[in-house]
Protein backbone atom coordinates (compact mmCIF):
# COMPACT_ATOMS: atom_id res chain seq x y z
CA UNK A 1 0.00 0.00 0.00
CA UNK A 2 3.05 2.31 0.73
CA UNK A 3 4.14 1.41 -2.52
CA UNK A 4 0.47 2.79 -4.48
CA UNK A 5 0.65 5.77 -2.19
CA UNK A 6 4.03 6.75 -3.39
CA UNK A 7 3.56 6.02 -6.92
CA UNK A 8 -0.10 7.83 -6.69
CA UNK A 9 1.75 11.13 -5.27
CA UNK A 10 4.37 10.69 -8.03
CA UNK A 11 1.94 10.86 -10.37
CA UNK A 12 -0.28 13.88 -8.74
CA UNK A 13 3.44 15.71 -8.56
CA UNK A 14 3.78 15.22 -12.33
CA UNK A 15 -0.36 16.41 -13.26
CA UNK A 16 0.33 19.48 -11.26
CA UNK A 17 3.83 20.92 -12.66
CA UNK A 18 2.72 19.54 -16.07
CA UNK A 19 2.67 22.48 -18.71
CA UNK A 20 -0.06 20.66 -20.56
CA UNK A 21 -3.81 21.26 -20.34
CA UNK A 22 -4.83 17.72 -18.37
CA UNK A 23 -8.52 16.68 -18.37
CA UNK A 24 -10.59 13.67 -17.79
CA UNK A 25 -14.23 13.54 -19.03
CA UNK A 26 -17.23 10.85 -18.73
CA UNK A 27 -19.57 9.29 -21.10
CA UNK A 28 -21.91 12.28 -20.21
CA UNK A 29 -18.84 14.53 -21.03
CA UNK A 30 -19.41 15.37 -17.04
CA UNK A 31 -15.70 16.98 -15.94
CA UNK A 32 -13.62 14.42 -13.80
CA UNK A 33 -11.03 15.92 -13.40
CA UNK A 34 -8.17 18.95 -14.58
CA UNK A 35 -5.15 19.71 -13.82
CA UNK A 36 -3.41 23.19 -12.54
CA UNK A 37 -2.39 24.41 -15.96
CA UNK A 38 -5.84 24.03 -17.41
CA UNK A 39 -7.45 26.12 -14.84
CA UNK A 40 -4.93 28.65 -14.84
CA UNK A 41 -5.09 28.48 -18.44
CA UNK A 42 -8.72 29.10 -18.62
CA UNK A 43 -8.94 31.71 -15.81
CA UNK A 44 -11.47 28.80 -13.76
CA UNK A 45 -11.73 27.60 -10.32
CA UNK A 46 -11.66 23.96 -9.56
CA UNK A 47 -14.77 24.19 -7.61
CA UNK A 48 -16.61 25.92 -11.02
CA UNK A 49 -15.16 23.05 -12.86
CA UNK A 50 -15.69 19.63 -11.84
CA UNK A 51 -19.00 18.16 -12.08
CA UNK A 52 -20.29 20.74 -14.36
CA UNK A 53 -20.25 19.59 -18.61
CA UNK A 54 -16.86 20.00 -20.45
CA UNK A 55 -19.83 21.66 -23.40
CA UNK A 56 -19.85 24.40 -20.52
CA UNK A 57 -16.33 25.80 -21.18
CA UNK A 58 -16.08 25.26 -25.29
CA UNK A 59 -16.01 27.85 -27.61
CA UNK A 60 -19.21 28.04 -29.46
CA UNK A 61 -17.63 27.03 -32.91
CA UNK A 62 -15.91 23.94 -31.08
CA UNK A 63 -19.03 22.30 -29.49
CA UNK A 64 -20.19 20.10 -32.66
CA UNK A 65 -16.61 19.34 -33.03
CA UNK A 66 -15.93 18.25 -29.66
CA UNK A 67 -19.22 16.05 -29.66
CA UNK A 68 -18.60 13.65 -32.77
CA UNK A 69 -14.76 13.22 -31.44
CA UNK A 70 -16.18 12.27 -27.80
CA UNK A 71 -17.99 9.22 -29.64
CA UNK A 72 -15.00 8.60 -31.72
CA UNK A 73 -13.15 8.12 -28.01
CA UNK A 74 -15.88 6.52 -26.15
CA UNK A 75 -15.97 3.93 -28.94
CA UNK A 76 -12.57 2.65 -27.94
CA UNK A 77 -10.64 5.26 -30.69
CA UNK A 78 -7.38 7.23 -29.83
CA UNK A 79 -7.53 11.03 -31.50
CA UNK A 80 -4.18 12.51 -31.94
CA UNK A 81 -3.70 15.95 -32.98
CA UNK A 82 -6.99 17.06 -32.50
CA UNK A 83 -7.60 20.90 -32.22
CA UNK A 84 -9.80 22.64 -29.16
CA UNK A 85 -11.58 26.06 -28.64
CA UNK A 86 -12.04 26.56 -25.04
CA UNK A 87 -13.80 29.68 -23.74
CA UNK A 88 -12.17 31.69 -21.18
CA UNK A 89 -13.18 33.34 -18.44
CA UNK A 90 -13.05 36.34 -19.32
CA UNK A 91 -14.69 35.40 -22.70
CA UNK A 92 -11.71 35.29 -25.31
CA UNK A 93 -11.12 32.38 -27.36
CA UNK A 94 -8.27 29.77 -26.34
CA UNK A 95 -7.44 27.29 -28.87
CA UNK A 96 -5.47 24.59 -28.03
CA UNK A 97 -3.93 21.22 -29.75
CA UNK A 98 -3.46 17.71 -28.22
CA UNK A 99 -4.24 14.11 -28.34
CA UNK A 100 -7.46 12.34 -26.68
CA UNK A 101 -7.75 8.60 -24.95
CA UNK A 102 -9.94 6.46 -23.79
CA UNK A 103 -9.77 4.97 -20.53
CA UNK A 104 -10.84 1.51 -20.23
CA UNK A 105 -11.76 -0.21 -17.38
CA UNK A 106 -13.03 -4.18 -17.00
CA UNK A 107 -12.92 -3.69 -21.20
CA UNK A 108 -15.33 -0.79 -21.13
CA UNK A 109 -14.35 2.44 -21.90
CA UNK A 110 -15.00 4.06 -18.56
CA UNK A 111 -13.99 7.86 -19.49
CA UNK A 112 -11.38 10.30 -21.50
CA UNK A 113 -8.12 11.23 -20.79
CA UNK A 114 -6.86 14.53 -22.71
CA UNK A 115 -3.58 16.07 -22.73
CA UNK A 116 -3.91 19.59 -24.40
CA UNK A 117 -0.60 22.32 -25.36
CA UNK A 118 -1.83 26.03 -25.41
CA UNK A 119 -1.66 27.20 -28.77
CA UNK A 120 -2.59 30.92 -28.52
CA UNK A 121 0.81 32.79 -28.64
CA UNK A 122 1.79 30.74 -31.57
CA UNK A 123 -1.55 31.47 -33.27
CA UNK A 124 -0.78 35.08 -32.12
CA UNK A 125 3.03 35.16 -33.35
CA UNK A 126 1.40 33.75 -37.18
CA UNK A 127 -0.83 36.25 -36.69
CA UNK A 128 1.67 39.00 -36.29
CA UNK A 129 3.90 37.77 -38.69
CA UNK A 130 0.95 37.23 -41.47
CA UNK A 131 0.30 41.37 -40.51
CA UNK A 132 4.16 41.94 -40.90
CA UNK A 133 4.21 39.86 -44.33
CA UNK A 134 1.01 41.20 -45.69
CA UNK A 135 2.13 45.36 -44.33
CA UNK A 136 6.01 44.35 -46.16
CA UNK A 137 4.08 43.58 -49.08
CA UNK A 138 1.95 46.62 -49.51
CA UNK A 139 5.34 48.26 -48.71
CA UNK A 140 7.47 46.27 -51.87
CA UNK A 141 4.13 47.31 -53.99
CA UNK A 142 4.03 50.56 -53.47
CA UNK A 143 6.73 51.80 -53.60
CA UNK A 144 8.32 53.97 -55.84
CA UNK A 145 11.11 52.27 -57.18
CA UNK A 146 11.95 49.05 -59.34
CA UNK A 147 12.23 45.92 -56.79
CA UNK A 148 13.22 42.14 -56.59
CA UNK A 149 15.06 39.77 -54.33
CA UNK A 150 17.72 37.61 -56.07
CA UNK A 151 18.67 34.15 -54.79
CA UNK A 152 22.56 34.06 -54.15
CA UNK A 153 22.68 32.10 -57.19
CA UNK A 154 21.28 35.17 -58.96
CA UNK A 155 17.62 34.07 -59.89
CA UNK A 156 14.78 36.16 -59.25
CA UNK A 157 12.47 35.63 -56.81
CA UNK A 158 10.11 38.42 -56.97
CA UNK A 159 9.48 42.02 -58.81
CA UNK A 160 7.12 44.61 -57.99
CA UNK A 161 4.76 46.53 -59.93
CA UNK A 162 7.54 49.27 -60.62
CA UNK A 163 9.67 46.47 -61.99
CA UNK A 164 7.34 45.42 -64.22
CA UNK A 165 6.40 48.95 -65.16
CA UNK A 166 10.16 49.83 -65.71
CA UNK A 167 11.47 47.04 -67.53
CA UNK A 168 8.10 45.77 -69.01
CA UNK A 169 8.44 42.05 -67.72
CA UNK A 170 5.62 40.40 -65.75
CA UNK A 171 6.63 38.85 -62.32
CA UNK A 172 5.59 35.26 -64.41
CA UNK A 173 8.38 36.25 -67.05
CA UNK A 174 11.33 37.39 -64.17
CA UNK A 175 10.67 34.83 -61.53
CA UNK A 176 13.22 31.99 -61.59
CA UNK A 177 15.54 34.00 -64.33
CA UNK A 178 19.21 34.61 -63.92
CA UNK A 179 19.23 38.82 -63.18
CA UNK A 180 21.94 38.90 -66.58
CA UNK A 181 19.43 37.02 -68.77
CA UNK A 182 16.69 39.83 -67.47
CA UNK A 183 18.02 43.59 -67.68
CA UNK A 184 21.42 43.15 -68.06
CA UNK A 185 22.89 44.35 -71.43
CA UNK A 186 25.41 41.78 -72.81
CA UNK A 187 28.23 44.17 -73.50
CA UNK A 188 27.89 44.30 -69.68
CA UNK A 189 27.43 41.08 -67.99
CA UNK A 190 31.05 41.32 -66.53
CA UNK A 191 29.55 44.39 -64.52
CA UNK A 192 26.46 42.36 -63.71
CA UNK A 193 28.26 38.78 -62.53
CA UNK A 194 30.48 41.05 -60.13
CA UNK A 195 27.71 42.77 -58.48
CA UNK A 196 26.32 39.48 -57.80
CA UNK A 197 29.30 38.50 -56.67
CA UNK A 198 29.66 41.44 -54.37
CA UNK A 199 26.20 41.07 -52.64
CA UNK A 200 26.63 37.55 -52.47
CA UNK A 201 29.69 38.41 -49.87
CA UNK A 202 27.38 40.81 -48.10
CA UNK A 203 28.61 43.96 -49.60
CA UNK A 204 26.01 46.71 -50.37
CA UNK A 205 26.57 48.17 -53.80
CA UNK A 206 25.02 52.03 -55.06
CA UNK A 207 25.83 52.69 -58.57
CA UNK A 208 24.26 54.64 -61.65
CA UNK A 209 24.39 52.26 -64.61
CA UNK A 210 22.35 51.40 -67.61
CA UNK A 211 20.00 48.12 -67.95
CA UNK A 212 17.74 47.18 -70.77
CA UNK A 213 13.90 46.81 -70.93
CA UNK A 214 12.11 43.88 -72.21
CA UNK A 215 11.53 45.76 -75.58
CA UNK A 216 15.39 46.46 -75.64
CA UNK A 217 15.73 50.12 -75.35
CA UNK A 218 18.26 51.42 -72.78
CA UNK A 219 17.33 52.98 -69.51
CA UNK A 220 19.92 54.58 -66.99
CA UNK A 221 19.49 53.74 -63.84
CA UNK A 222 20.75 53.99 -60.03
CA UNK A 223 20.84 50.78 -58.64
CA UNK A 224 21.94 49.26 -55.04
CA UNK A 225 22.16 45.92 -54.09
CA UNK A 226 22.08 44.96 -50.95
CA UNK A 227 22.06 41.61 -49.13
CA UNK A 228 19.11 40.10 -46.44
CA UNK A 229 20.71 38.06 -44.20
CA UNK A 230 18.78 36.33 -41.95
CA UNK A 231 20.42 34.31 -38.49
CA UNK A 232 23.72 35.36 -39.69
CA UNK A 233 23.17 33.60 -42.83
CA UNK A 234 22.88 35.65 -46.10
CA UNK A 235 19.76 34.01 -47.94
CA UNK A 236 18.53 36.82 -50.81
CA UNK A 237 19.86 40.15 -52.60
CA UNK A 238 17.80 43.06 -52.91
CA UNK A 239 17.96 45.17 -55.83
CA UNK A 240 16.24 48.68 -55.93
CA UNK A 241 16.47 50.26 -59.29
CA UNK A 242 15.80 54.15 -59.76
CA UNK A 243 14.93 55.71 -63.12
CA UNK A 244 17.64 58.24 -63.43
CA UNK A 245 16.98 59.39 -67.29
CA UNK A 246 15.39 62.76 -66.21
CA UNK A 247 17.65 63.29 -63.95
CA UNK A 248 20.64 62.53 -66.13
CA UNK A 249 18.95 64.46 -69.00
CA UNK A 250 18.43 67.57 -66.24
CA UNK A 251 22.04 67.60 -64.91
CA UNK A 252 23.57 67.23 -68.55
CA UNK A 253 21.60 70.68 -69.64
CA UNK A 254 22.56 72.26 -66.71
CA UNK A 255 26.23 71.52 -67.54
CA UNK A 256 25.60 72.26 -70.90
CA UNK A 257 23.97 75.82 -70.20
CA UNK A 258 26.82 76.73 -67.80
CA UNK A 259 29.20 75.80 -70.12
CA UNK A 260 27.33 78.36 -72.82
CA UNK A 261 26.98 80.81 -70.08
CA UNK A 262 30.31 80.40 -69.46
CA UNK A 263 31.05 80.87 -73.30
CA UNK A 264 28.65 83.54 -73.59
CA UNK A 265 30.45 85.85 -71.12
CA UNK A 266 33.74 85.41 -72.88
CA UNK A 267 32.29 86.31 -76.03
CA UNK A 268 30.45 89.21 -75.18
CA UNK A 269 33.06 90.57 -73.28
CA UNK A 270 35.65 90.33 -76.00
CA UNK A 271 32.60 91.29 -78.43
CA UNK A 272 32.17 94.60 -76.65
CA UNK A 273 36.33 95.40 -76.34
CA UNK A 274 36.71 94.84 -80.39
CA UNK A 275 33.28 96.88 -80.88
CA UNK A 276 34.60 100.05 -79.86
CA UNK A 277 37.66 99.23 -81.48
CA UNK A 278 36.23 98.60 -85.20
CA UNK A 279 34.31 101.51 -84.23
CA UNK A 280 36.97 103.69 -84.15
CA UNK A 281 38.43 101.98 -87.36
CA UNK A 282 35.51 102.30 -89.54
CA UNK A 283 35.05 105.85 -88.30
CA UNK A 284 38.17 107.10 -88.69
CA UNK A 285 38.26 104.94 -92.08
CA UNK A 286 35.48 107.02 -93.28
CA UNK A 287 36.59 110.05 -92.15
CA UNK A 288 40.12 109.54 -94.26
CA UNK A 289 37.93 108.16 -97.35
CA UNK A 290 37.12 112.00 -97.26
CA UNK A 291 40.41 113.39 -97.59
CA UNK A 292 42.52 110.87 -100.39
CA UNK A 293 40.72 112.76 -103.01
CA UNK A 294 41.61 111.66 -106.34
CA UNK A 295 44.17 109.21 -105.23
CA UNK A 296 42.09 106.23 -106.12
CA UNK A 297 44.91 104.04 -104.93
CA UNK A 298 45.03 105.08 -101.16
CA UNK A 299 40.99 105.11 -102.12
CA UNK A 300 41.04 101.54 -102.62
CA UNK A 301 43.03 100.58 -99.39
CA UNK A 302 40.91 102.66 -97.58
CA UNK A 303 37.41 101.11 -98.78
CA UNK A 304 39.33 97.49 -98.59
CA UNK A 305 39.73 98.73 -94.60
CA UNK A 306 36.28 99.53 -94.54
CA UNK A 307 35.19 96.36 -95.92
CA UNK A 308 37.55 94.36 -93.89
CA UNK A 309 36.19 96.34 -89.97
CA UNK A 310 32.10 95.77 -92.03
CA UNK A 311 32.63 91.60 -91.91
CA UNK A 312 34.24 91.87 -88.17
CA UNK A 313 31.44 93.95 -87.14
CA UNK A 314 29.56 91.26 -88.48
CA UNK A 315 31.17 88.43 -86.55
CA UNK A 316 31.21 90.51 -83.26
CA UNK A 317 27.24 90.89 -84.07
CA UNK A 318 27.06 86.84 -83.60
CA UNK A 319 29.46 86.61 -81.01
CA UNK A 320 27.00 89.00 -78.99
CA UNK A 321 23.69 87.46 -80.24
CA UNK A 322 24.85 84.27 -78.30
CA UNK A 323 25.63 86.01 -75.53
CA UNK A 324 22.63 87.07 -75.20
CA UNK A 325 24.34 90.94 -74.62
CA UNK A 326 22.93 92.40 -77.50
CA UNK A 327 20.28 95.97 -77.64
CA UNK A 328 17.17 94.16 -78.74
CA UNK A 329 13.95 96.30 -79.72
CA UNK A 330 11.37 94.09 -79.13
CA UNK A 331 7.76 94.39 -80.31
CA UNK A 332 4.54 92.78 -80.43
CA UNK A 333 5.77 90.65 -83.54
CA UNK A 334 3.39 88.75 -85.78
CA UNK A 335 5.46 85.45 -86.37
CA UNK A 336 3.94 84.44 -89.49
CA UNK A 337 4.56 87.70 -90.88
CA UNK A 338 8.09 87.49 -90.92
CA UNK A 339 7.97 83.66 -91.90
CA UNK A 340 6.11 84.71 -95.28
CA UNK A 341 9.11 87.81 -95.87
CA UNK A 342 11.62 85.91 -95.37
CA UNK A 343 9.96 82.83 -97.14
CA UNK A 344 10.72 85.13 -100.29
CA UNK A 345 14.52 85.77 -99.87
CA UNK A 346 15.06 82.33 -98.82
CA UNK A 347 13.50 80.82 -102.53
CA UNK A 348 16.53 82.84 -103.83
CA UNK A 349 19.48 81.72 -100.76
CA UNK A 350 18.47 78.15 -100.63
CA UNK A 351 17.83 76.92 -104.35
CA UNK A 352 15.33 75.57 -106.69
CA UNK A 353 16.29 71.72 -105.28
CA UNK A 354 15.00 72.84 -101.44
CA UNK A 355 10.97 72.80 -101.90
CA UNK A 356 9.64 74.99 -99.02
CA UNK A 357 6.21 74.00 -97.46
CA UNK A 358 4.98 76.80 -94.73
CA UNK A 359 2.41 75.31 -92.37
CA UNK A 360 0.80 78.95 -90.52
CA UNK A 361 -1.26 78.30 -87.96
CA UNK A 362 -4.09 81.20 -88.10
CA UNK A 363 -4.82 83.81 -85.58
CA UNK A 364 -1.60 82.98 -84.11
CA UNK A 365 -0.60 84.66 -80.90
CA UNK A 366 1.85 87.58 -81.05
CA UNK A 367 5.07 87.23 -79.27
CA UNK A 368 7.50 90.20 -77.72
CA UNK A 369 10.76 90.18 -80.24
CA UNK A 370 13.03 91.77 -82.29
CA UNK A 371 11.67 91.51 -86.25
CA UNK A 372 15.48 91.83 -87.88
CA UNK A 373 16.58 89.39 -85.04
CA UNK A 374 13.66 87.03 -85.76
CA UNK A 375 14.40 87.08 -89.47
CA UNK A 376 17.94 86.20 -88.70
CA UNK A 377 16.61 83.45 -86.56
CA UNK A 378 15.02 82.15 -89.76
CA UNK A 379 17.44 82.71 -92.26
CA UNK A 380 20.33 81.03 -90.39
CA UNK A 381 17.99 77.94 -89.84
CA UNK A 382 16.99 77.68 -93.31
CA UNK A 383 20.92 78.16 -94.42
CA UNK A 384 21.72 75.33 -91.99
CA UNK A 385 18.98 73.22 -93.62
CA UNK A 386 20.51 74.04 -97.38
CA UNK A 387 23.90 72.58 -96.41
CA UNK A 388 21.95 69.42 -94.76
CA UNK A 389 20.64 69.06 -98.58
CA UNK A 390 23.17 69.25 -100.79
CA UNK A 391 21.29 67.29 -103.22
CA UNK A 392 17.74 68.77 -102.56
CA UNK A 393 14.82 68.17 -100.16
CA UNK A 394 11.77 69.52 -98.49
CA UNK A 395 12.14 72.55 -95.74
CA UNK A 396 9.08 72.90 -93.55
CA UNK A 397 8.15 75.75 -91.31
CA UNK A 398 5.82 75.51 -88.93
CA UNK A 399 3.90 77.73 -86.51
CA UNK A 400 1.15 76.91 -83.80
CA UNK A 401 -0.11 78.18 -80.15
CA UNK A 402 1.13 75.97 -77.90
CA UNK A 403 0.16 76.00 -73.67
CA UNK A 404 3.81 74.18 -71.68
CA UNK A 405 2.73 72.53 -68.72
CA UNK A 406 4.71 70.15 -66.48
CA UNK A 407 7.39 67.86 -67.48
CA UNK A 408 7.40 69.60 -71.03
CA UNK A 409 8.04 72.96 -69.95
CA UNK A 410 10.74 71.56 -67.70
CA UNK A 411 12.20 70.09 -70.95
CA UNK A 412 13.09 73.26 -72.82
CA UNK A 413 13.89 75.05 -68.77
CA UNK A 414 10.70 77.36 -69.53
CA UNK A 415 8.16 78.35 -66.68
CA UNK A 416 4.28 76.98 -67.51
CA UNK A 417 2.53 78.94 -69.55
CA UNK A 418 1.24 80.21 -73.19
CA UNK A 419 4.32 80.31 -76.09
CA UNK A 420 3.51 80.65 -79.57
CA UNK A 421 5.89 77.29 -81.44
CA UNK A 422 8.21 77.54 -84.45
CA UNK A 423 9.45 74.66 -85.67
CA UNK A 424 11.99 74.98 -88.75
CA UNK A 425 12.10 70.98 -90.35
CA UNK A 426 14.48 69.50 -93.10
CA UNK A 427 14.88 66.19 -95.02
CA UNK A 428 18.67 66.40 -94.56
CA UNK A 429 21.54 64.42 -93.93
CA UNK A 430 20.48 64.54 -89.87
CA UNK A 431 23.37 65.58 -86.81
CA UNK A 432 25.64 62.63 -85.06
CA UNK A 433 23.59 62.20 -81.83
CA UNK A 434 27.47 63.26 -79.87
CA UNK A 435 27.71 66.31 -81.66
CA UNK A 436 24.09 67.36 -80.87
CA UNK A 437 25.46 68.95 -77.86
CA UNK A 438 27.73 71.04 -78.99
CA UNK A 439 25.64 72.56 -82.19
CA UNK A 440 25.02 75.97 -80.22
CA UNK A 441 28.36 76.33 -79.43
CA UNK A 442 30.19 79.08 -81.06
CA UNK A 443 33.12 78.72 -83.71
CA UNK A 444 31.95 74.50 -83.69
CA UNK A 445 30.74 73.50 -86.53
CA UNK A 446 29.74 70.00 -88.16
CA UNK A 447 30.89 71.88 -91.54
CA UNK A 448 34.58 72.60 -90.00
CA UNK A 449 36.39 69.25 -91.53
CA UNK A 450 34.86 70.52 -95.33
CA UNK A 451 36.39 73.73 -94.64
CA UNK A 452 32.73 75.11 -94.39
CA UNK A 453 31.16 77.02 -91.50
CA UNK A 454 32.01 79.18 -89.17
CA UNK A 455 30.12 77.90 -86.16
CA UNK A 456 28.10 81.46 -85.92
CA UNK A 457 25.13 80.83 -87.68
CA UNK A 458 23.25 78.11 -84.58
CA UNK A 459 24.95 80.26 -81.75
CA UNK A 460 23.88 83.29 -83.10
CA UNK A 461 20.22 81.86 -83.26
CA UNK A 462 20.93 80.17 -79.87
CA UNK A 463 21.40 83.83 -78.46
CA UNK A 464 18.32 85.59 -79.76
CA UNK A 465 15.96 83.05 -78.66
CA UNK A 466 17.50 83.20 -75.23
CA UNK A 467 17.45 87.13 -75.01
CA UNK A 468 14.00 86.86 -76.19
CA UNK A 469 13.05 84.77 -73.47
CA UNK A 470 12.39 81.44 -75.26
CA UNK A 471 14.19 78.30 -75.90
CA UNK A 472 15.00 76.38 -78.61
CA UNK A 473 15.30 72.48 -78.87
CA UNK A 474 16.41 69.99 -81.83
CA UNK A 475 15.74 66.58 -82.42
CA UNK A 476 17.97 64.72 -85.53
CA UNK A 477 18.08 61.51 -86.67
CA UNK A 478 20.76 60.52 -89.34
CA UNK A 479 19.48 59.76 -92.70
CA UNK A 480 16.33 61.08 -92.44
CA UNK A 481 16.66 64.92 -91.25
CA UNK A 482 16.63 67.59 -88.27
CA UNK A 483 13.90 69.35 -86.48
CA UNK A 484 14.63 72.88 -84.76
CA UNK A 485 11.68 73.81 -82.33
CA UNK A 486 11.72 77.52 -81.01
CA UNK A 487 9.38 78.29 -78.09
CA UNK A 488 8.55 81.74 -77.65
CA UNK A 489 6.32 83.72 -75.12
CA UNK A 490 3.16 84.78 -76.10
CA UNK A 491 3.13 88.93 -75.65
CA UNK A 492 1.00 90.54 -73.09
CA UNK A 493 -2.08 92.33 -74.60
CA UNK A 494 -0.68 96.03 -73.79
CA UNK A 495 2.60 95.04 -75.84
CA UNK A 496 3.57 97.70 -78.65
CA UNK A 497 3.22 96.35 -82.12
CA UNK A 498 5.61 96.78 -84.60
CA UNK A 499 4.92 99.44 -87.56
CA UNK A 500 6.70 102.00 -89.45
CA UNK A 501 8.04 104.94 -88.32
CA UNK A 502 6.72 108.10 -89.89
CA UNK A 503 9.51 110.67 -91.41
CA UNK A 504 9.81 113.91 -90.73
CA UNK A 505 11.37 116.42 -93.44
CA UNK A 506 14.84 116.58 -92.31
CA UNK A 507 16.27 119.33 -90.74
CA UNK A 508 19.69 121.67 -90.57
CA UNK A 509 22.67 120.55 -88.46
CA UNK A 510 23.26 123.35 -85.81
CA UNK A 511 22.00 122.05 -82.60
CA UNK A 512 23.68 121.22 -79.34
CA UNK A 513 24.89 118.03 -78.62
CA UNK A 514 26.05 116.49 -75.02
CA UNK A 515 28.28 113.23 -76.44
CA UNK A 516 29.43 110.71 -73.16
CA UNK A 517 31.79 108.02 -74.28
CA UNK A 518 34.54 106.29 -71.82
CA UNK A 519 36.50 105.20 -74.55
CA UNK A 520 38.89 108.08 -75.91
CA UNK A 521 39.37 107.14 -79.41
CA UNK A 522 35.52 106.42 -79.99
CA UNK A 523 34.74 109.97 -77.97
CA UNK A 524 37.41 112.06 -80.41
CA UNK A 525 36.21 110.24 -83.59
CA UNK A 526 32.50 111.27 -82.49
CA UNK A 527 33.22 115.08 -81.92
CA UNK A 528 34.60 115.42 -84.78
CA UNK A 529 32.61 113.64 -86.86
CA UNK A 530 29.59 115.71 -85.37
CA UNK A 531 31.27 118.98 -85.75
CA UNK A 532 32.06 118.60 -89.21
CA UNK A 533 28.47 118.20 -89.83
CA UNK A 534 27.81 121.47 -88.24
CA UNK A 535 26.67 120.37 -84.70
CA UNK A 536 27.60 122.45 -81.26
CA UNK A 537 29.30 119.55 -79.50
CA UNK A 538 30.09 118.95 -75.72
CA UNK A 539 32.02 115.67 -75.05
CA UNK A 540 32.85 113.99 -71.60
CA UNK A 541 34.43 110.84 -70.72
CA UNK A 542 31.95 109.61 -68.18
CA UNK A 543 28.64 110.47 -66.10
CA UNK A 544 30.25 112.06 -63.30
CA UNK A 545 32.08 114.88 -65.85
CA UNK A 546 28.88 115.03 -67.88
CA UNK A 547 26.84 115.73 -64.67
CA UNK A 548 29.24 119.01 -64.29
CA UNK A 549 29.40 119.83 -67.44
CA UNK A 550 25.38 120.45 -68.08
CA UNK A 551 25.39 122.11 -64.79
CA UNK A 552 28.02 124.75 -66.48
CA UNK A 553 26.79 125.16 -69.75
CA UNK A 554 25.41 127.94 -70.79
CA UNK A 555 22.84 126.48 -73.97
CA UNK A 556 20.62 124.16 -73.64
CA UNK A 557 21.53 120.76 -74.42
CA UNK A 558 19.05 119.05 -77.21
CA UNK A 559 20.52 115.73 -77.24
CA UNK A 560 22.79 113.42 -75.30
CA UNK A 561 24.62 110.89 -76.93
CA UNK A 562 25.68 108.42 -74.42
CA UNK A 563 27.34 105.03 -74.12
CA UNK A 564 25.32 102.62 -72.03
CA UNK A 565 27.81 100.96 -70.50
CA UNK A 566 30.50 102.61 -68.19
CA UNK A 567 32.45 102.70 -65.73
CA UNK A 568 30.70 104.42 -62.44
CA UNK A 569 27.47 105.72 -63.13
CA UNK A 570 26.19 104.20 -66.52
CA UNK A 571 24.18 105.96 -69.51
CA UNK A 572 20.44 105.22 -68.55
CA UNK A 573 21.05 106.23 -64.78
CA UNK A 574 22.83 109.52 -66.47
CA UNK A 575 20.06 110.42 -68.82
CA UNK A 576 17.63 110.01 -65.84
CA UNK A 577 19.02 112.45 -63.88
CA UNK A 578 19.86 115.47 -66.69
CA UNK A 579 15.59 115.00 -67.26
CA UNK A 580 15.35 115.40 -63.82
CA UNK A 581 16.42 119.24 -65.06
CA UNK A 582 15.61 118.74 -68.54
CA UNK A 583 12.31 116.92 -68.81
CA UNK A 584 12.08 117.24 -73.02
CA UNK A 585 15.83 116.24 -72.93
CA UNK A 586 16.34 114.02 -76.43
CA UNK A 587 18.76 110.93 -76.24
CA UNK A 588 20.33 108.50 -78.09
CA UNK A 589 21.78 105.20 -76.40
CA UNK A 590 24.91 103.54 -78.31
CA UNK A 591 26.24 100.34 -77.14
CA UNK A 592 27.51 96.75 -78.88
CA UNK A 593 26.96 95.08 -75.35
CA UNK A 594 23.67 95.41 -73.10
CA UNK A 595 24.19 94.98 -69.77
CA UNK A 596 20.73 93.63 -68.46
CA UNK A 597 20.70 95.55 -65.28
CA UNK A 598 21.95 98.66 -66.36
CA UNK A 599 19.58 98.80 -69.99
CA UNK A 600 15.98 97.72 -71.08
CA UNK A 601 15.68 98.11 -75.07
CA UNK A 602 11.97 96.67 -74.27
CA UNK A 603 11.21 99.97 -72.00
CA UNK A 604 12.35 102.69 -73.74
CA UNK A 605 10.94 105.97 -72.47
CA UNK A 606 9.62 108.55 -74.91
CA UNK A 607 12.23 110.58 -76.86
CA UNK A 608 14.88 107.69 -76.01
CA UNK A 609 16.76 105.84 -79.20
CA UNK A 610 19.47 103.22 -79.74
CA UNK A 611 22.14 103.12 -81.84
CA UNK A 612 24.03 99.80 -82.17
CA UNK A 613 28.12 99.89 -82.16
CA UNK A 614 29.58 99.30 -83.96
CA UNK A 615 28.94 102.17 -86.37
CA UNK A 616 30.18 104.45 -89.39
CA UNK A 617 30.12 108.42 -89.53
CA UNK A 618 27.64 108.16 -92.05
CA UNK A 619 25.21 105.92 -89.45
CA UNK A 620 25.91 108.37 -87.17
CA UNK A 621 25.20 111.10 -88.14
CA UNK A 622 22.10 110.27 -89.96
CA UNK A 623 20.54 108.46 -86.62
CA UNK A 624 21.58 111.82 -84.80
CA UNK A 625 19.47 113.77 -87.55
CA UNK A 626 16.37 111.27 -87.53
CA UNK A 627 16.04 111.45 -83.50
CA UNK A 628 16.56 115.52 -83.65
CA UNK A 629 14.09 115.78 -86.28
CA UNK A 630 11.62 113.42 -84.68
Same mark, same amino acid.
Given at each position: ?291 ? #? $??? =? /? ?6 ? &? *?? +??? !? ?77 ? #? $??? =? /? ?6 ? &? *?? +??? !? ?220
Amino acid at each position: LRRVADREDRYRSLVEVCNDLMQSVDAQGTVLFVNPTWLRTLGRRADDVIGRSIFEFLHEDCISHCQMAMMQVFQGNELHGIDVSFRHADGRKITVTGDVMPRFVDGVVANTQGFFRDLSAKLAAEAELQAKTAFLDQVVEAAPEAILFLGIDGRVLRINAEFTKLFGYASAEAVGRHIDQLVVPEGMRAEGSDLCRRAGLQETISIDTIRHRKDGTMVEVSLLATPIVVGGEQVAILGIYRDVSDRKRMQAQLARSQRMEAIGRLAGGIAHDFNNLLTVIHAAGDQLLLQV #G $GDE =L /AKADVEEI &L *AA +SGK !AAGLTKQLIAFSRKQVLQPVALDVNHVVREVSRMLRRVIGESVQIDLELAPDLSRVLADPAQMEQVLMNLAINARDAMP #G $GGR =L /AVRTRDVA &L *AG +SAA !AVVSLPPGPYVELVVADTGCGIEPSQIERIFEPFWSTKAAEGRGAGLGLATVYGIVQQSRGAISVHSQLGVGTRFTIYLPKAAASAQVASSPAQAPRSRATECILVVEDDDSIRWLVERALRNAGYRVHVAPNAASALALHGQMKEEVELLFTDVVMPGTNGPDLAKRLRETQPDLKVLFTSGYANDRAFDSAALPPRTFFLPKPYSVAALTDRIRSVLDS
